[in-house]
């Protein structure tokens, strides 16, 4: 049986990641709008062809869109939605693994209900803890720390 070191050390480089996360929180909102633009779209349309029932997936479809894309991406070999890797941070587990889909969706789960509840105050968790990490990230067993680090 051997021994194997985890992949990040016990105190992770997390220097500027809060700052960072508002950024990424930025680009990945102008994304999922974008997506949800092209996929509302195709709903509208296709509405016509099934006597509106489409539309009903209408109202659900944002939430969808940000689960899902938050999911795939974070769990991704990037492991970081595009706006975290634009600002240089990833979210990885507490001993540095990348996140499994379902552990990467239900954290931007809480992401949002923590966010819709607390803003701006949900940052100030991060202020007073070392490793920088906010409520959602605890609730995942996640980390956000710099690229490479």
């Known amino acids: 049986m051997t021994n194997t070191?985890?992949?990040?050390?016990?105190?992770?480089?997390?220097?500027?990641?809060?700052?960072?996360?508002?950024?990424?929180f930025v680009v990945d909102f102008i994304?999922?709008?974008?997506?949800?633009v092209i996929f509302s779209a195709a709903l509208i349309i296709l509405g016509f062809v099934?006597?509106?029932l489409s539309w009903l997936l209408l109202a659900p479809l944002f939430p969808a869109i940000a689960l899902i894309y938050n999911g795939l991406t974070v769990?991704?070999?990037?492991?970081?939605?595009?706006?975290?890797?634009t600002f240089g941070i990833e979210l990885v587990t507490v001993n540095g693994s990348t996140a499994p889909f379902v552990v990467a969706a239900v954290h931007?789960?809480?992401y949002y209900?923590?966010?819709?509840?607390l803003t701006p105050f949900i940052l100030l968790f991060g202020l007073v803890r070392q490793d920088r990490r906010l409520i959602h990230d605890l609730l995942?067993?996640?980390i956000a720390v710099r690229r490479g680090g």
């Open 5 to 24: 070191l985890p992949a990040y050390p016990t105190v992770p480089d997390v220097r500027g990641v809060l700052g960072a996360r508002i950024g990424a």
């Open 113 to 117: 209900v923590s966010v819709s509840m």
């Open 108 to 110: 931007a789960l809480f």
């Open 50 to 52: 099934t006597f509106g």
């Open 75 to 85: 769990s991704g070999r990037h492991r970081g939605t595009i706006g975290m890797r």
């Open 31 to 36: 994304v999922i709008a974008i997506l949800w």
């Open 140 to 142: 995942s067993g996640l």
